[in-house]
């Protein structure tokens, strides 16, 4: 596996707050596709932010084919956000209401330095075809589409510098099902086409198993469990993980919730975090947290009971 992406104990705050702690993440060379699982507040979102350079790293690296980017400035810091790009969750708020769908596009090229200015409004045409958008929605403005149509124009305007990895931050969780599907399979095939890296964040697990060839399980911050989606999802290892799986409802099976426990002491704060939830959870649990361990099959898990 060629890596293209790696983060090595890095760590995230907001004030005193540690939102994120000495996270371990490869994203490999395309095409390919890393999910990050968990729920709300267990630092997906903040993670993303953190690699793209819009929240700073309280402690350890991220680097892109072995270059530090932590540090970068100027000339360096552009190449890299035009090597990787974001993919909004929210199409309202990621697009200026003032500027026109065609200009949005033409706004990423021109701030990249790609092609001459009588140049980008056909690159703009041809970006918006390829994401499966007319013509005539190049002189739209956003509240004039869809929810569909905004995210897929702001798919093109990441593609638009030719990046090597989009991190994708709950790119159909706004839409309805059907016009997820569209989107789910637009993105299917510009990953295969343009040979692209996907670092998904989702909480929607069927979205992640199609997309994703290796799943992180994110708690309050930490990895709690990784490896190849098929056995994270198919066979989790740790509890909050199986939480996760059991929640989504499935016809004609039985629902396999283990029940929480109804009051639990909390932990130390050196104990695990999820041993207040936990029902598996025993004294070694409350004093002593979990390092992530090997498994089995590339798959690694910090439980104690795992």
Do not use: W
Not at 76 to 90: G, M, S, W
Not at 222 to 234: I, K, N
């Amino acid at each position: 596996m060629v890596e293209l992406l790696e983060a090595r104990a890095v760590s995230v705050d907001y004030g005193r707050v540690r939102a994120v702690h000495e996270l371990d993440l490869v994203v490999p060379a395309g095409p390919a596709g890393v999910a990050l699982i968990g729920e709300s507040g267990s630092g997906k979102t903040t993670i993303a932010r953190a690699l793209m350079r819009l929240q700073p790293v309280a402690s350890g690296t991220v680097s892109l084919e072995g270059v530090d980017i932590t540090t970068l400035s100027g000339g360096r810091l552009l190449a890299y956000r035009r090597a990787v790009q974001i993919v909004f969750q929210d199409g309202d708020a990621a697009l200026d209401p003032r500027i026109r769908v065609g200009g949005a596009v033409v706004e990423a090229l021109r701030a990249h330095g790609i092609g001459t200015r009588s140049e980008r409004p056909a690159a703009a045409a041809a970006l918006l075809a390829e994401v499966g958008l007319e013509d005539d929605l190049m002189h739209r403005y956003p509240h004039q589409l869809s929810g569909g149509q905004r995210q897929r124009v702001i798919i093109a305007r990441a593609l638009a510098v030719a990046p090597r990895l989009l991190v994708l931050d709950e790119p159909t969780s706004a839409l309805d099902v059907t016009v997820q599907a569209r989107i789910l399979d637009l993105i299917e095939r510009l990953r295969e086409e343009r040979a692209l890296s996907y670092l998904l964040i989702s909480h929607n697990l069927a979205v992640v198993d199609r997309l994703c060839e290796q799943a992180v399980v994110l708690y309050r911050g930490r990895v709690v469990e990784q490896g190849p989606t098929r056995a994270v999802l198919d066979a989790p290892a740790h509890p909050y993980t199986q939480e996760l799986r059991a929640s989504v409802p499935e016809l004609g099976v039985p629902p396999r919730v283990r029940p929480l426990r109804a009051t639990a002491p909390e932990p130390t704060p050196g104990g695990c975090p999820y041993a207040a939830r936990c029902p598996l959870a025993f004294d070694r649990c409350l004093a002593e947290r979990p390092v992530l361990r090997p498994l089995d099959a590339g798959r690694a898990v910090a439980c104690h009971r795992a």
